[in-house]
């Protein structure tokens, strides 16, 4: 019997799963319905379309990196170095945690790209992404080169997620940011061997 009752929170985790497992294009409103356990027709008293959900579903998973992830690199208290840790050792955790590695790899929306109207709300995402790890850098580089290297950041995190899910190899993920960190590490160094000669 299907379930007489769920909210909308529910059924866009359970969209976002769908999503991420078969893609946008390859999802209908009945394989929701049934993963929700309730009806097509009760799907559409929550969402008028697939587009509309999928929406929400990008604002979701938006605002779930943006309370996770993107605010450890505003904790203007903790050093540099480690706030990138932290913002690296909580995107892996929902990468690798079985409960919501199904769900957030590469946001569960790749397919979801080839639709104009869903750009404007994915480029949000990644702008606070960059914006995230370039107030980082920025606190030991110029801005210029905190821009560039946070432009190259994103790029390679995206890059290593794809060869992590390709390859079903962890590894690429670790090893891309750890050379990420380096670079924080590398310049704090330099600016202790500065600060020594100088004192």
Do not use: W
Not at 65 to 86: S, T, W
Not at 126 to 143: G, L, T, V
Not at 162 to 191: A, C, G, P, W
Request: charged content about 30%.
């Amino acid at each position: 019997m299907p379930k007489q009752k769920v909210d909308e929170q529910y059924i866009i985790i359970q969209s976002l799963i769908l999503f991420r497992q078969r893609s946008f294009h390859s999802t209908s409103m009945s394989d929701i319905a049934k993963a929700c356990g309730i009806l097509k027709g009760s799907l559409y008293h929550y969402f008028k379309s697939k587009e509309e959900l999928m929406e929400k579903v990008i604002r979701y998973v938006h605002q779930y990196f943006k309370v996770e992830v993107f605010a450890k690199a505003y904790e203007e208290n903790i050093p540099a170095n480690q706030r990138f840790k932290n913002m690296m050792k909580a995107s892996e955790k929902i990468f690798f945690d079985a409960s919501t590695g199904k769900m957030y790899g590469n946001m569960g929306v790749e397919s979801a790209l080839v639709i104009p109207e869903f750009n404007p709300i994915i480029r949000e995402f990644f702008q606070d992404f960059f914006n995230a790890i370039k107030h980082i850098y920025a606190d030991k580089y110029a801005e210029e080169i905190a821009n560039e290297l946070a432009e190259r950041s994103v790029a390679e995190v995206e890059g290593s997620i794809m060869m992590s899910r390709v390859f079903n190899d962890k590894s690429y993920i670790k090893n891309t940011h750890k050379r990420l960190l380096s670079r924080i590490e590398k310049s704090t160094e330099k600016q202790e061997k500065l600060s020594d000669s100088i004192v």
